[in-house]
Each structure stands twice: as structure tokens, then as C-alpha cells.
């Protein structure tokens, strides 16, 4: 019975040992496995999303960004129309001062009438009736610049209403 009890102890001893070696085999496997559950862990860097979501968002900030920019658009053309009218008013009051200036400095037109009246009167003096000759030149030099003054009204009128007009159509452009 001995020789049955050695060798069941015998035995037991290999077994002991098979099991203490499958402990350390299985201790190192599984020593590492923080480690190696770590580094086979899936981090998503970025997110894939399906194409019918990806137009619907695209959609989604088009249909929100659209009307801003419309309405800057609009904005932005009614600014450039003020100004371009702006411009024309400002022209207009340019050629008004122009045509004002011009006026002023032409003092050749209304002394040449002069002039002209001036030798009519000269010769219908020669001729004998000088007092008639006189209110007649007097006549023709009230004439000539009531002419010039007329002449000058008239172009301040067109200017006006060429300004009024571009006002007229500034006010009816411009939304209320």
C-alpha cells in the first residue's frame, strides 16, 4: 500500500506542478492585459456619419444661411444706388455752379453786346437823332441781358428738374 500512496502522491506532486506552471503561464497572459486591452481599444478620431444625414445638415445650413445673405445682397445693392445717385445729384449741383461760374465769367458776351449797341449808338448819333439813338441802344441793352438772365433761368430749371427727378426716383426705389 505504500508503493499505491507514493505514487499517488507522486502523482499529486506532478499535477500540483502541471497546475503551478498553467498559474504562471496564465498569470503572464493575463499580467499584461491592461496593457494590452489599452492598445487594442478603438478610438474614434473621427466620427463617420452616413451620406443622407451629411446633405440633410448641409441642407439645413444652406436653408439657414440663404436668406442673411440675400438680404445683405439686397442691402448692399440699394447702398450702391443711394451712392450712384448721390453721384448724379452732385454732378447736377457741379454743372449747376458750372454753368453759374461760367456766367460770371463771361463778361466777353455781355460786353460785346454792349459794344455792338454801343456802335449803334455811335452811328445813329452820326446819323442825328442821338437822343432817340440812345434810348434805342438803352433798349437793346435791357434786351440783351434780359435775354442772358432769361437764358440762365432756363438752365437752372432743367437742372432742377433733372435733380427732382433723380429725388423723385431716389424716394420711389428706395423700400419702406
Do not use: W
Amino acid at each position: 500500500m505504500a508503493d499505491s500512496l507514493a505514487s499517488s502522491v507522486a502523482s499529486l506532486q506532478s499535477s500540483l506542478h502541471r497546475v503551478s506552471n498553467a498559474i504562471d503561464i496564465l498569470d503572464n497572459g493575463v499580467n499584461d492585459f491592461p496593457r494590452i486591452s489599452k492598445v487594442l481599444q478603438t478610438t474614434r478620431h473621427y466620427e463617420l456619419l452616413p451620406e443622407p444625414t451629411l446633405r440633410e445638415a448641409q441642407q439645413a445650413i444652406l436653408d439657414e444661411i440663404t436668406p442673411s445673405v440675400a438680404h445683405l445682397l439686397s442691402f448692399a445693392a440699394n447702398h450702391i444706388d443711394r451712392l450712384a445717385r448721390r453721384e448724379e445729384t452732385l454732378r447736377a449741383k457741379c454743372q449747376l455752379q458750372e454753368g453759374r461760374m461760367s456766367d460770371e465769367r463771361r463778361p466777353s458776351s455781355r460786353t460785346a453786346a454792349g459794344r455792338s449797341t454801343a456802335t449803334t449808338s455811335a452811328a445813329s448819333r452820326r446819323a442825328g437823332g442821338s437822343s432817340e439813338a440812345s434810348a434805342r441802344a438803352a433798349e437793346l441793352r435791357r434786351l440783351v441781358q434780359k435775354k442772358e438772365r432769361l437764358k440762365y433761368g432756363v438752365e437752372r430749371l432743367e437742372l432742377q428738374g433733372r435733380q427732382r427727378e433723380r429725388e423723385l426716383r431716389k424716394s420711389m426705389a428706395v423700400p419702406q
